[in-house]
């Protein structure tokens, strides 16, 4: 069986990160198109770059929870993969081997000349002035508002070879993402665990649970 996760802000809520907008529009007390944006940065990169150093040093202090870990176990027993919307790397830091990012990295930086160089941020702060070995300035290794998502061709790949489809912490609201859903075959089972009202979708089973709770209890089952 070919299991795919496909995880959202929820589970990385669970660890204490706020990785997405709060319902008044704001991420971490800032206005989206202040931070997260080409045009942001262009503006102020000063701000931008101190605001991922922010973020960058939450991510750090974070710990893998129950729902990160019950995954990474998984991998022991049967064939998985990680598609995750989170920047952080708490999939990783559980164990979890096979982890594709759609929105970058928080931990690595790429050059603003050729997106193609990506490198470790060395420490937690990255500062106007440091630079790829082409010599220009160092970004957030983070796809941003009104950019293109390059992982999603693969991301789309991954999920139409999976048997079971397990959807974590996501409303399925972010797009172009919300859409690889449908990328899953007629064949595969599609399991949604998020605590949220979500709307009746065909083929979708909703577990109506936190991840810390649903993904270890779906965990056991697959294993028993």
């Known amino acids: 069986m070919r299991i795919i996760f496909f995880t959202g802000a929820g589970i990385s809520a669970e660890s204490g990160l706020r990785t997405f907008r709060a319902s008044d529009g704001l991420w971490e007390e800032h206005r989206i198109e202040d931070v997260a944006t080409p045009e942001a940065f262009a503006k102020d990169p000063a701000r931008v770059l101190r605001f991922y150093d922010e973020r960058r040093a939450q991510v750090i202090e974070a710990v893998p929870n129950e729902a990160h870990l019950a995954i990474a176990e998984l991998h022991q027993h049967a064939s998985v993969a990680v598609i995750t919307q989170n920047v952080d790397d708490l999939h990783e830091r559980a164990g979890s081997k096979d982890v594709l990012h759609l929105h970058g990295e928080i931990l690595k930086c790429r050059s603003t000349k050729d997106p193609r160089l990506v490198q470790p941020v060395k420490g937690i ?13 160092l970004r957030p290794h983070i796809v941003w508002f009104g950019e293109e998502v390059p ?3 693969e991301a789309a790949r991954l999920i139409a070879g999976a048997d ?47 991840a810390t709770t649903g993904v270890p209890k779906l965990a056991k089952q697959l294993i028993g």
């Open 125 to 137: 702060s990255l500062k106007l002035g440091d630079q790829c070995p082409l010599g220009s300035q």
């Open 151 to 153: 992982q999603l061709q």
């Open 164 to 210: 079971l489809l397990v959807i974590v912490g996501t409303s399925l609201q972010v797009w172009p993402a919300a859409g690889l859903a449908h990328e899953a075959p007629a064949h595969a089972k599609i399991v949604l665990i998020d605590p949220g009202d979500m709307p009746a979708i065909a083929r979708v089973i909703h577990w109506k649970e936190n």
